[in-house]
């Protein structure tokens, strides 16, 4: 039983997800620590208040914080654009390219005298009836 769990950690795909999700969780704290640390600053400083992400109001005693959620949301969506640009468009480029499906086998030629289409089987050409060698 223990060989068996043994095997299954070792797979392959198992192990890709786990680098995956560590390489994950550590490229979400670096987004994280631009937005806060970089980012933040230059909307506070663009819009006059010293740290736009404590920006917060109160309606009967209930404190909504609006820049820790905008922090959170402009994270999120810098996060998932580097997903969708670096892993999920090189991925879908890679499965189109290797689905191409070879092109299928002609099924006409051109007569050497009109040049029109005709039939690869065709002894003599039905717009200019000329004779075609075998």
Do not use: W, Y
């Not at 392959?12 to 631009?34: P, Q, T, W």
């Not at 937005?35 to 600053?41: A, I, R």
């Not at 040049?115 to 002894?123: C, Q, R, T, V, Y």
């Amino acid at each position: 039983m223990l060989s068996d769990f043994k095997q299954f950690l070792l797979r392959g795909n198992v192990v890709d997800l786990a680098v995956g999700v560590v390489i994950g969780a550590a490229f979400g704290a670096v987004v994280k620590a631009f937005v806060e640390d970089l980012l933040t600053p230059l909307i506070g400083a663009i819009a006059r208040t010293p740290d736009f992400s404590a920006f917060k109001f109160a309606v009967n005693g209930s404190v909504f914080a609006v820049g820790d959620f905008l922090n959170a949301v402009v994270a999120f969506l810098l996060v998932a654009a580097a997903v969708f640009f670096f892993v999920v468009k090189p991925v879908n480029a890679l499965v189109a390219r290797s689905r191409r499906e070879p092109p299928a086998d002609p099924t006409t030629k051109k007569c050497p005298e009109c040049l029109s289409e005709i039939p690869l089987a065709a002894k003599r050409c039905a717009h200019c009836t000329s004779t075609l060698a075998a």
